[in-house]
C-alpha cells in the first residue's frame, strides 16, 4: 500500500470515492494532517451557566398570570349573573350589562336567545355572524333562513322553538372562539336551558356540541345520535346533533344528513 504521505490530494479523493466515502466531516482531509494532529483534540463542551439560560421575562409571566386571573374572575362573573336571574328576560338584561368579555368590546350588539322562552324544543348553535350582530336577533342571516326552511318542513315553526347560540357575542370577523371566550359565556347557555327546560337539545355544529357536551368528538360521529345534557337537578335532556346551517350553504350535498336529523327530532317529539 502506497505511504500516505506520497499521496497527492486528488489520489486521497479517489481512494476516498472507492471507498465509499460520500461525505466529509472536518475542515482539511485527515491524509494530510500531520502526525501531531492525527488525533483530534478534544475539547470540553462549554458550560452554560445559569444566567446565561433563555428565562421569561417577568414582565411575561405577569401579564399570562393576570390573563389566566381575569378569565378566572369573568368565569366566576357570570356564574353569579346566572344564579340571580330567575327568568329569560331576567337572564337577557343581565348578560346585556355583563362586561367580563372583551368580544363585547368589539361586537354590535348583545345577541341573546330568540323564540319561545316556555319552549319544548331549543337549538343551540356557536355564535352569532355578521347579520345576528346588526340586528340582535340569533339566526337571521342566510343560515338563519335556511334553518327555518328545515323547521317548516319538519312540521315546527320558529316561534314556537327556541333559538340560542353558545356566546351572545359575535366574534371578530367570524373567527372560531377562543377556549377562554367560551368558558365565561357558556354559564349564561346554561342557565337558559335551566330557565326554559326544553325536553329536546338541537345541537347546530360541532362547536355548540363541544362545548354544551364537554367533549372533542367531530360532528362527523356526534351527528344524528341522542346524547344526554344533565340539568342541574340531574335530570337528562335528550340532544340531537347535527350540521350547522352554514355549513350546509357549502355544502348542499349534506342537505339530506340533516333532513334525516330533523326527521329523528320530529319522531322523538311525537312519542
Known amino acids: 500500500m502506497m505511504e500516505t504521505d506520497s499521496l497527492n490530494l486528488k489520489d486521497i479523493l479517489d ?19 500531520s502526525s501531531s494532529d492525527s488525533v483530534l483534540e478534544k475539547r470540553p463542551l462549554p458550560v452554560l451557566k445559569t444566567s446565561d439560560k433563555p428565562v421569561i421575562e417577568s414582565e411575561e409571566r405577569k401579564a399570562t398570570t393576570e390573563l389566566a386571573q381575569a378569565t378566572v374572575n369573568a368565569c366566576k362573573g357570570a ?28 361586537a354590535n350588539k348583545t345577541v341573546f336567545g330568540g323564540g319561545n322562552p316556555q319552549a319544548d324544543i331549543m337549538l343551540i348553535g356557536e355564535a352569532p355572524g355578521a347579520d345576528e350582530d346588526r340586528m ?14 328545515i323547521l317548516l318542513a319538519a312540521g315546527f315553526h320558529r316561534d314556537d322553538v327556541y333559538i340560542t347560540n353558545v356566546l351572545p357575542w359575535r366574534p371578530p370577523g367570524n373567527r372560531t372562539p377562543t377556549t377562554a371566550e367560551v368558558a365565561v359565556c357558556l354559564p349564561f347557555l346554561k342557565r337558559q336551558i335551566e330557565l326554559v327546560r326544553p325536553k329536546v337539545i338541537v345541537l347546530l355544529g360541532g362547536s355548540a356540541a363541544n362545548a354544551l357536551l364537554d367533549n372533542e368528538e367531530p360532528i362527523s360521529k356526534l351527528r344524528g345520535k341522542w346524547l344526554d345534557y344533565p340539568l342541574e337537578d340531574k335530570s337528562i335532556v335528550p340532544a340531537l346533533a347535527t350540521f350547522h346551517p352554514a355549513y350546509l350553504l357549502r355544502n348542499t350535498a349534506q342537505k339530506s344528513k340533516i333532513w334525516n336529523d330533523f326527521l329523528r327530532l320530529k319522531k322523538k317529539m311525537a312519542a
Open 136 to 149: 340582535g336577533v340569533p339566526f337571521v342571516g342566510r343560515s338563519g333562513h335556511l334553518l327555518g326552511k
Open 15 to 33: 481512494w476516498y470515492v472507492w471507498a465509499g466515502v460520500d461525505e466529509t466531516v472536518g475542515e482539511e482531509p485527515f491524509g494530510l494532517t
Open 79 to 106: 356564574q353569579d349573573i346566572c344564579a340571580q336571574a330567575k327568568s329569560v328576560e331576567e337572564l337577557r338584561a343581565l348578560v346585556e350589562a355583563f362586561e367580563g368579555c372583551a368580544l363585547k368590546l368589539t
